[in-house]
Every structure is written in C-alpha cells, then in structure tokens.
C-alpha cells in the first residue's frame, strides 16, 4: 500500500472522499436522510454521467440474475483436505469477531448477548451457504455498524433488506453493474471508523499497560500480516500476559488488629503485631505450574527470615482457586520442608473445590486437623497449643 500510493487514481480518491463527506454532512445536518443511500445514488449518478470509467473509476460489473438454487456440493476426499485449513481460519476468524462485536453492541445498546445462540446462528448460517452456493459467513463489523448508525434496533430491517436484495437480483441486477466500487467501499470505510475506539485504547493505556500493548501489537499484525496471523498473534500474548501476571501473584502476611475484629497484612498495616511464633500467609492466585516455584521459594524465605522463630505457618487460601499437579508437588514440598525444621503446617479459607483437590492429591490426610475455618480458629488453636518454651525463660 505504502509503495503505491503515488500511482492512486485521483478520480477514485476523489469519488471515495466525497462519498464519505456527504454521508457525514447529511448525518450531521440532515439525520433524518439515509446519507449511505443518497451517496450511492449520487455518486453512482456522476460515475455515469461523466463517464469516470473511462478514467479508471471502477464498477461492479455484471451480476447472475435469479435466485441461488439449493444442490447439495459435491466435494472429494482430497478437496475436503485442501478445504480444511481455511474453513478451520473462517471459523476462528468468525468466531473471535463475531463474539466480539456481538458483545460490543450488546454492551453499548443495553441488552443481552446469548453467546451459544450466537455460535448456533452462525453454523446455520453457513449450512444455508453451502446448500446455496453462497459465500461463508461470519461477522462484519462494518455492516453492523452500518446498520447502527442508519438506527437500526430490531432485526426487521435485515428481513427487509434481504427481501429487497431478492427483489433487485430477479428484477435490477442491471442497475448493480452501474455501482462504483469505490463508493460501497466509502459506505464501508464511513461505517467502522465508528468501531476504532481511540478512546477506549486511550483509557486501556492508563488502566493496563499489559493489555493495550497486546491491544496494538494485534491491531498491527492485522494490517501486516491478515486478521487470522492477528488473532492468533493477539491471543498468544493475551495467554503469555496472564502467565506473567500469575507467576507473581499478591502474596501477605497476615495479622489481627489490635480489636481482634479482622486480619490485615502486616505491610500494610506495621501498627498490627503479629502473633509471635504464628505466621499466617496468603498467596493470592491459583496455585499452578506459573508460580509454583514462586511460592516454594518465598515460604521458605519467610520462614527463614522471620523472628521469633516460625513455630506454625498457616496458609490462608480464600484466593486459591485451583491446585494443578505442579502447585500440588510445590505444596508437598512445602509441607515436608517445614515437617523437617519442626514447624507445623495448616490451612485456613479452604473452599470446598480446593478440599476435593487437596484430597484427590493425597495431601488431605498429612494434614489432619490442621484445617481451620478462619484465620481467628487458626490463631486461637495455635494459642490452646502454647508455643513451646525453652528451658529457663
């Protein structure tokens, strides 16, 4: 695109600009007129009239008269295989847009959005296309925004226009050979600037950097290397982002308050004493492959560092979620590194999800009646065991 810009026919450019700037003079002014209709019409009017073709304004040309017929396609063994792959893109592509500006819309109009229904809506779809011969189907943003901003509500206005699309293939397919290319494509191009949320991109920024990084390095590899590269591109660092943001999750030490009402972090709060001997810790994410040698490694530190000595290290896991297999292996280490230097080892906060996988784990049993409720069970039990006292204090 960037090398040939110097050999763009200014005719088309031209016919191409005009067609979005009256379309946004009739909006602002006169909002009442279909502006995308007038400019098809008017443009149409002058391609013809001065006989732009002659200079390069292209048309769209002949189009099949009639109705599609329904045959079943008949396709081999091997075309099904050369198929595969970019039905397979289609799919993702659909998919990923389709959800996508569904719930854009949803979100900006006030209604809810039926993901399954969605999906559903597109497989029939595309199963009508194949019995027709028509082309796959998927989302466009452009014809959503379009029929947004002509204040299109309800799905009347579809029914009506493939009515009228049936009308003008039987009757007028004559008149569609006069329409300019560049004209449908300044209806399109008029409707998604209204989907490049600068905006939105803008608060994204101050909000999380992480992600309107993704956000552009998506943005561009659509332009430069096509939407599927893009979406695949964009959902790796997505994936990669979350994998960071869980390897080092917010992890506290916890303590009461001076009116025993609740347990704050100790960092946050330097006020509140802890329980000397007691240290309640909570590691706030699921504990997976990520960050498990995260959480090996700062028990291990804390219980190194800590003074007085650690005599019971309870894990509070309101926010663990999930255990995987490498979390699993990190806590039996944990368990059995603590076992070794005398400490003993409880939970506190477990949801019952997280008590199924600490059984399905074998690690339920090693830890006996060393499950509290709460923090204040766990601190009040540690207090009824009375931390060993050494010889003459």
């Known amino acids: 695109m960037i090398s040939k810009v110097f050999q763009v026919n200014l005719y088309t ?63 081999n063994g091997n075309d099904w295989l050369k198929l595969f792959p970019g039905a397979l893109a289609i799919c993702g592509i659909t998919l990923a ?75 007028f397919t004559n008149l569609l050979a006069l329409l300019p290319n560049v004209v449908l494509a300044g209806i399109v191009a008029n409707a998604v600037l209204g989907l490049i949320e600068v905006g939105e991109l803008r608060e994204l920024f101050h909000l999380r950097r992480s992600e309107f990084w993704v956000a552009i390095v998506c943005l561009l590899s659509v332009l430069v290397l096509g939407p599927l590269k893009g979406v695949i591109i964009a ?53 997976i492959f990520a ?10 530190h804390l219980v190194e560092t800590t003074y007085p000595p650690v005599e019971e290290f309870v894990l509070s896991a309101e926010a663990i979620s999930d255990i995987d297999v490498t979390g699993a292996e990190a806590l039996e280490q944990v368990m059995e590194m603590l076992e070794k230097k005398g400490i003993r080892f409880g939970l506190s906060r477990v949801n019952q999800p997280i008590y199924a996988l600490l059984k399905n784990y074998d690690l339920l049993d090693r830890l006996k009646d060393q499950i509290y409720g709460s923090n204040r069970q766990a601190t009040e039990s540690f207090s009824q065991h009375l931390p060993s006292q050494k010889p003459g204090c």
């Open 235 to 287: 959902f790796l660092l997505s994936v990669i982002d979350l994998v960071r943001r869980a390897a080092n999750p917010p992890t506290a030490i916890l303590t009461q308050t001076a009116e025993e009402s609740r347990f704050v972090s100790v960092a946050r709060h330097p006020e509140a004493s802890p329980t000397p001997g007691l240290l309640i810790y909570r590691f706030g994410a699921p504990l």
């Open 97 to 171: 847009e389709g959800l996508l500006v569904g719930r854009s819309y949803a979100q900006k109009r006030g209604y809810p959005m039926d993901a399954d229904q969605e999906m559903f809506a597109f497989g029939a779809s595309n199963v009508a296309a194949g019995l027709t011969g028509g082309f796959a189907i998927g989302a466009s943003g452009s014809r959503t925004a379009a029929m947004d901003s002509s204040g299109s509500r309800s799905q009347i206005p579809s029914l009506v226009a493939a009515i009228v699309v049936a009308i003008v293939l039987i009757f």
């Open 291 to 300: 960050n498990a040698e995260f959480f090996r490694q700062q028990i291990e």
């Open 13 to 75: 450019v031209a016919i191409g600009v005009g067609t979005i700037l009256l379309i946004r003079l009739l909006k602002r002014y006169l909002p009442q007129i279909p502006g995308a209709l007038v400019a098809l019409a008017v443009m149409t009017a002058i391609v013809s009239g001065f006989n732009l073709t002659q200079h390069g304004v292209t048309v769209l040309g002949e189009v099949p008269a009639g109705l599609p017929s329904l045959t079943f396609p008949q396709v």
